[in-house]
């Protein structure tokens, strides 16, 4: 797969209308109140999963989510679909504040919220049908009989590459990419206008991958949908993305267009993620940055810069104090001391 496409992505505009606004996203998991305390008797941590995030979502664009196993992309994205619950901070939806609605006053926005989850083998009930699986969330927010749902969901299918014959089947008589379609249209049913497509692609085969990434971009653009793209492979946020936000653990390093930051990354760790993409013209490839060790704890996270401690460009100032959000260009922003002006 090429690392973007040379063209503009779905017509995106920067004028387009805010669809999704964070602001100070925190979400603390206290292991205090779990199993941790109760077995070894300890204090236990906070896990600081998502810490002040902030991440907007125009209409009609994609905002790829990119960072590691453990950065807390999961959890921001459900977190943003009131999935869980925040600790902190404030989420509007359509320029509603969704942060502390009751269940009651929640339901109707669920409807335009939806999310694809990652494993099509975990996220689909062995025991239900395809029109059972497709059929609930418009089942719980319409009143429509079992007839009017069951052309619904065949209607459906057929629009995600599956047969309207294959509504009475169960789960384990598909594959995995026709287990996902399933899941892509158990989400879309009730015509959402934004969707969390969480690692959609990450769980099946490299030509299969293609197929549901293709998919998901016809589908945005027939029923003019809202993502975001959540994954750990840059390669497939830069075919996807229109904008780019890359995550390390649980706070936001970089955020840019597609081009600004895949031509000039700016935050070192986006330089080495981007840098062990894989490149097929030999001309074209780069020595691979390596990082030392592995990803810290979220329960205890390095002090100053969290990503000091692997950095290959860490500095004195790096280990102790927070760098703030810098502005390298327009619309294109890195948290890194390589940027202030009394470091340069």
Do not use: W
């Amino acid at each position: 797969m090429h690392l973007r496409r040379g063209r503009a992505v779905n017509g995106y505009s920067a004028s387009s209308e805010m669809l999704v606004e964070v602001r100070g996203l925190r979400k603390h998991f206290d292991l205090r109140k779990g199993l941790a305390r109760l077995v070894s008797g300890q204090e236990g941590h906070v896990v600081k999963a998502v810490h002040d995030v902030d991440i907007s979502v125009r209409r009609g664009e994609t905002v790829g989510l990119i960072g590691e196993s453990g950065c807390g992309k999961t959890t921001l994205g459900r977190t943003i679909l009131r999935l869980q619950e925040p600790t902190a901070g404030s989420i509007f939806f359509d320029g509603q504040d969704i942060t502390r609605l009751n269940d009651a006053a929640l339901k109707p926005l669920r409807r335009r919220m939806q999310i694809i989850f990652q494993d099509p083998y975990a996220s689909l009930n062995p025991r239900r049908t395809v029109e059972e699986i497709v059929g609930l969330p418009l089942r719980l927010h319409e009143n429509r009989s079992s007839e009017a749902t069951r052309e619904r969901v065949k209607v459906l299918l057929e629009r995600v590459g599956l047969r309207a014959s294959h509504i009475g089947r169960y789960p384990h008589q598909f594959s995995g990419g026709q287990r996902q379609r399933i899941g892509i249209a158990r989400a879309l049913i009730v015509n959402p206008e934004f969707v969390v497509c969480d690692e959609p692609v990450s769980a099946l085969d490299v030509s299969i991958q293609a197929q549901i990434i293709e998919l998901l971009d016809n589908l945005k653009r027939e029923l003019e949908l809202t993502y975001l793209f959540i994954s750990h492979d840059l390669s497939v946020i830069g075919y996807v993305a229109d904008r780019i936000v890359v995550m390390y653990l649980g706070e936001i390093v970089e955020t840019g267009t597609r081009d600004q930051v895949l031509d000039n990354p700016c935050h070192p760790y986006t330089q080495s993620l981007l840098s062990a993409v894989p490149q097929l013209d030999p001309q074209s490839r780069q020595a691979r940055i390596q990082l030392k060790g592995d990803l810290p704890s979220p329960m205890r996270p390095p002090s100053g810069c969290k990503f000091h401690s692997r950095c290959p460009k860490a500095m004195k100032i790096c280990s102790h104090v927070k760098p703030r959000i810098y502005s390298v260009s327009a619309g294109h922003q890195a948290a890194c001391h390589l940027y202030e002006e009394s470091t340069r």
